[in-house]
Structure formats: structure tokens, C-alpha cells
């Protein structure tokens, strides 16, 4: 099979725009939780398994876009807990408990007093983690809140693997020498349906 640039390049303009898109939507769930909440912050990691790290995907506040892209080890903190025990997990005093890594808060410039934070899952797999940090009006996050917070999780989750789906399509496109990668990704995405298309 013959090498086909105008394929490939009709195929790679369509993947890269999706990732930034889906980027676009995390900022957009962080953003609505934040205000939602009533929370002081909100961010969503991102578990690279090639790397086994968890990565700032998305923060809600414009001062804190230098976050994205962070890089820690996927065992840190509470949100390394919630990602391999696939809990959802609210802390009121998160600095009284073990699981809490204070350098990593202070390495952000933001320590929390209190988050809730549930597991992103997509087909049984855990994609990464949603947390809002700290409740000016009023303590305590309620049972009703972590449900709420799940919904949002949900559509964090879709997101982040449909990032996940474009980080590899590009890596197949780079990695094609010929249009026989090009044309199993096209039977992937054709066999897929609804949202998942």
C-alpha cells in the first residue's frame, strides 16, 4: 500500500482540533463546579499510565493555568488515593489526615483546609480524579454534593477519554508509514456510535 499525504493530512487535522476542544470542555466542568460548589478551586488530573503519573489536566482559575500540564507520581496524596482505591473521598480537615501531601499543596501555592475528589471512570478504567477544594460559605460538603460532584465526573471522564483517543490517533499518525494504520483507525472510529463516535 502507497504512502497518501492528503489522507493523512485530512485525517491529523481532524485529531488535532478534538484535543484541544475536549480541553476546552475540562476547563468548562472545573469552572462550573468551582462556582457550583461554592469552592475556592477545582482541577482535574489526568492518569498517565505510560508514566504513572498523575497530570493537571484542567484548573478553574485563570491565575492558576500554569498548573496544567504539573506532573506528579500517581501513589501522592489524596488524589493518588481516590485514583487506585476508586473512592470518592471528602476530607473536612485534609491536613489532619495521612493521606494528604502538604509539599505537593505547597508546590501548587494553594494548601486546601477541606475537598471532595471522586475517581474519573470511563469502561472501567480509571482515567484520573475531580476535586473541589474548600467551601467559603459553609464547611462541610454533603452527601448530595459528592452525588452532584459525580455527574460532573462523568462528563469529565467522557472528555478525557476522548483526549486520550486523540493522543493516540496522533501518535499512529505520526508513527504511519503507510495509510494501513490510517485505515484501522477509520474502521475503529466507523465501528464506534453515538457519543463515542
Do not use: C
Not at 156 to 179: K, M
Amino acid at each position: 500500500m502507497t504512502d497518501s499525504p492528503q489522507l493523512h493530512d485530512a485525517i491529523a487535522a481532524g485529531v488535532l482540533p478534538a484535543e484541544e476542544e475536549f480541553s476546552t470542555l475540562l476547563r468548562s466542568i472545573v469552572m462550573v463546579a468551582r462556582a457550583i460548589f461554592g469552592a475556592r478551586a477545582s482541577s482535574i488530573f489526568l492518569h498517565d499510565t505510560e508514566t504513572d503519573e498523575l497530570v493537571f489536566a484542567a484548573v478553574a482559575g485563570d491565575e492558576e493555568q500554569d498548573l496544567v500540564g504539573k506532573r506528579m507520581p500517581s501513589s501522592t496524596g489524596v488524589a493518588g488515593w481516590v485514583l487506585s482505591s476508586r473512592t470518592p473521598l471528602v476530607l473536612e480537615d485534609v491536613q489532619s489526615d495521612p493521606r494528604f501531601a502538604r509539599d505537593v499543596a505547597e508546590g501548587t501555592g494553594y494548601v486546601p483546609r477541606g475537598l471532595m475528589a471522586v475517581p474519573l471512570l470511563h469502561a472501567e478504567q480509571v482515567l484520573g480524579v475531580l476535586q473541589v477544594l474548600d467551601r467559603p460559605e459553609r464547611a462541610a460538603f454533603s452527601l448530595k454534593e459528592m452525588n452532584l460532584l459525580g455527574l460532573f465526573a462523568n462528563q469529565a471522564a467522557i472528555a478525557l477519554s476522548l483526549i486520550i483517543s486523540a493522543r493516540r490517533a496522533r501518535a499512529a499518525l505520526a508513527g504511519a508509514g503507510d495509510t494501513a494504520a490510517v485505515a484501522a483507525l477509520a474502521n475503529a472510529v466507523d465501528r464506534l456510535e453515538g457519543e463515542r463516535r
